[in-house]
């Protein structure tokens, strides 16, 4: 009953005339995916305009995504983009504190509420980013760590209904390096995530809502991953900025 959802987030890769290609390829091995599996990109900023453009011309059944924004709708935030410049071209995900944001740009739990809030204030749907360090993986904090950023993050947040927000599971020790986390140990941690949507939202919501995993998916390991209970897509890194990689990710199922 949850339509699986698998985005690309393309960090900070590929110029916008790169993208154009990049979409236009990946629309021809797409061509016959049908509906059964949601497919987004995640391009920088700069890309978003053109990616908007192809997808559109194309009428290409593919969602855009952004990898962050501000909260404020204008004004003096040199360097930053704000919701109403991501509704102005089309886009309807946004992902919300990814762990590199959260390292290396000053992230927080209370930034990640604001954005989440001003997010689903422009109808852009959150993709909210949690997980836990190699040391607090070996600490056993797994599940807690997911669960404070939940709490804070989504603190005094209502949606109206389970699209409006997607969250990922993404262990920090598993991004980029070529380890993920085994199917159940994935799987357990999107089991307590929903566990702790059911408190903040309601049990109901938080059944319909859909849990990603991310961290070195690739075409090999994901139709495992997808096969467990409480996981309902990928966030993809490294694997979606190719596309015979992320098209095989995303028919895991063919
Ligand atoms: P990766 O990145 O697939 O390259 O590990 C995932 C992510 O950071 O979202």
Redesign the pocket.
């Known amino acids: 009953m949850r339509k699986p959802i698998i985005?690309g987030?393309w960090?900070m890769n590929m110029t916008a005339s790169h993208a154009v290609f990049f979409l236009q390829f990946l629309e021809e091995e797409l061509r016959y995916i049908g509906e059964d599996v949601e497919v987004v990109v995640c391009p920088p900023f700069t890309d978003l305009r053109s990616a908007a453009t192809v997808i559109e011309a194309d009428n290409f059944n593919i969602g855009l995504g952004a990898q962050d924004m501000y909260w404020e709708e204008k004004g003096a935030f040199t360097g930053e983009i704000s919701p109403l410049m991501l509704n102005d071209l089309r886009v309807s995900y946004v992902?919300i504190g990814?762990?590199?944001r959260r390292n290396f740009f000053g992230e927080t739990n209370v930034t990640v509420n604001k954005k989440v809030k001003a997010a689903i204030a422009h109808h852009l749907k959150p993709i909210i980013?949690v997980g836990e360090s190699l040391d607090e993986h070996n600490r056993g904090e797994t599940l807690d760590i997911a669960q404070t950023q939940l709490v804070e993050g989504l603190k005094g947040v209502a949606i109206k209904k389970a699209d409006d927000l997607v969250v990922?599971y993404?262990p920090i020790w598993?991004?980029?390096?070529?380890r993920?986390a085994t199917p159940a140990e994935a799987n357990d941690a999107a089991r307590h995530i929903r566990t702790v949507l059911g408190s903040i939202f309601s049990s109901d919501l938080a059944g319909k809502i859909r849990i990603q995993y991310?961290?070195?998916?690739?075409p090999d390991n994901i139709s495992a991953i997808m096969k467990e209970s409480d996981i309902d897509g990928?966030?993809?890194?490294?694997?979606?900025l190719d596309v015979a990689d992320f098209t095989r990710i995303i028919k895991y199922n063919k």
């Open positions: 985005a987030n960090k992902i990814h762990s590199e980013c990922a993404e598993a991004i980029g390096t070529g993920n991310g961290g070195s998916v690739n990928a966030l993809v890194g490294g694997a979606s």
